[in-house]
């Protein structure tokens, strides 16, 4: 369970980009993180995992403090960034067993579930390879089998599906379903709002750094219009808030 209570955050003095976002990912369920460009998503996904510290208010992780329990709380995490580009000068086997290491993994559980994860997702062949020559789409498949690896109850993915193949996506997609049906906590982002309404158990919209929505596409649809699609109601809920600002 992740738990975000009232947190802001605040690149200049006196202007927040985030605002009094109150949240709770429950275990079980996968949570759709949706937004404008710039609305906020991966600033507070910073916040959640650790990479940027929290202004105001604080975020449990399976009841851990991500501000005072760092890394306690960052065991029950597993993390896709939206940008690949990490650890380029390192093979992509180097760069798995770096992972390994890290969560203690021994070897007979890292080394079966590499190769399973890695042939899953198509890249068994170049793990001898340097990540910097894979392509973008790679990058982002050695990142998520390093999730994958060492199988956190949290995920916390930002936009997990950019630049993979049809195959891949289709793997990660039921992989995030199977996560969730074993009680355990998938909170994504993207920008596909069709997958979201597919996927997602329930939606979460931020604008301008604040929380404008939470709950599933169904109470969306009776709040704002019936038959409505996902695209729909967001277009119509972000447009409130703009004029409302």
Known sequence: MIEIKKISKSYKKGK????????????GEIFGFLGPNGAGKTTTIKMIVGILDIDEGDI???GKSIKTNPIEAKKQIGFVSDNPDMFLKLKGIEY?????????????TREKRI???AKE???YEVLNDKIQSYSHGMRQKIIIISVLLHNPKNWILDEPLTG???????????????HAKANNAVFFSTHILEIAEKLCDR?????HGKLVFVGTHEEMKKELKENASLEELFMEIT???????
Request: net charge negative; no cysteine; hydrophobic share 45%.
């Open 121 to 123: 997702f198509g890249i």
């Open 16 to 27: 927040k980009v985030i605002s009094d976002i109150d949240l709770k990912i429950k275990d």
């Open 115 to 117: 190769i399973e994860l």
């Open 96 to 108: 798995l067993n770096f992972i390994a290491d890290i969560y203690e993994i021994d070897k007979e």
């Open 203 to 207: 939606i979460g919209i931020i604008h």
């Open 239 to 245: 447009k409130r808030n703009e004029e409302n600002i």
């Open 164 to 178: 993979l193949d049809p195959e891949a996506a289709f793997y990660l997609k039921n992989k995030m379903k199977e």
């Open 60 to 62: 449990l992780i399976d």
